[in-house]
């Protein structure tokens, strides 16, 4: 029987759910980088709006993983969907585009530091216009600087929309860096130790930060982190890595910081 125009076949509704559901997989990752295997068959899947803690010590491939997702990194064998698409299939043209849906936020803010605020935001939405960066400060369109500025109201930062970043505190630049993240309007956002620089009070703020956008705007957020306290308390969910693999998964209510410690060997 034919398909009415707007009716979907149950592949195509499976393939809807599945997307809704799991906004992220990876599949049998492997990276090499030399003779040491940085990620060794890692599959994970996440939940949509789900926030994710990745906790691992140096070198347990945390970063790689995180890189890997966005292809900022090519894995040597595996997998990557986002939002259904398979990332390492992916055209030059369709990975910008795919990429302009997720949001970075890493330890390094890579801010410009002679620009204000409210510009550094904008550049958060290039990879949704045909704009040059570098005249696009002097030519985006109004609507884009209200959303730059809206942005900067989300992280409690409007205030110094017009302060060259220079002269903003680590923990106000890291919020220009979320702001900048925002601009590209991302489901999912990927946060490689998004407070491994600042004090504690200011990484505190941020992880409050991040948990809000997830909890109340349905980001789907994977962090990589060193704080244990901060895994149990703005994670739904706790993934440790040894060696590249997989060898803790759980809900973090499930969890404890002594359970955690154990996990370190501590």
């Given at each position: 029987?034919a398909l009415k125009q707007n009716e979907l076949t149950e592949y195509e509704q499976s393939t809807m759910s599945s997307v809704a559901d799991s906004p992220l997989q990876v599949f049998e990752l492997e990276k090499r980088f030399g003779d040491q295997r940085v990620l060794q068959g890692l599959t994970l899947s996440l939940k949509a709006g789900e926030a994710t803690a990745l906790l691992g010590s140096n070198g347990s491939g945390k970063s790689t993983l995180l890189r890997t997702i966005p292809k900022l990194i090519s894995p040597d064998a595996g ?188």
């Open positions: 029987m997998s990557v969907s986002v939002l259904g698409k398979d990332v390492l299939s992916l055209k030059s043209r369709d990975l910008k585009n795919l990429r302009s849906q997720i949001g970075f936020v890493f330890q390094k803010h890579n801010l410009v530091p002679r620009l204000n605020a409210l510009t550094n935001t904008l550049h958060g939405a290039l990879g949704r216009t045909s704009f040059g960066r570098a005249w696009f400060h002097s030519i985006a369109p109004k609507e884009l600087r209200e959303q730059a500025y809206s942005c900067l109201e989300r992280v409690d930062l409007a205030a110094h929309a017009a302060k060259q970043t220079r002269h903003l505190s680590g923990g106000q630049s890291q919020r220009v860096a979320i702001a900048r993240a925002l601009m590209q309007q991302p489901k999912i956002m990927l946060a490689d130790e998004p407070v491994a620089s600042l004090d504690p009070e200011a990484g505190e703020h941020i992880m409050q930060l991040l948990r809000s956008l997830s909890e109340h705007e349905g980001i789907t957020l994977l962090f990589s982190t060193h704080h244990l306290e901060h895994a149990l308390q703005y994670a739904d969910r706790i993934v440790g890595l040894v060696k590249g693999k997989i060898v803790l998964d759980k809900p973090s209510a499930e969890l404890d910081i002594q359970s955690l410690r154990e996990f370190y060997g501590e």
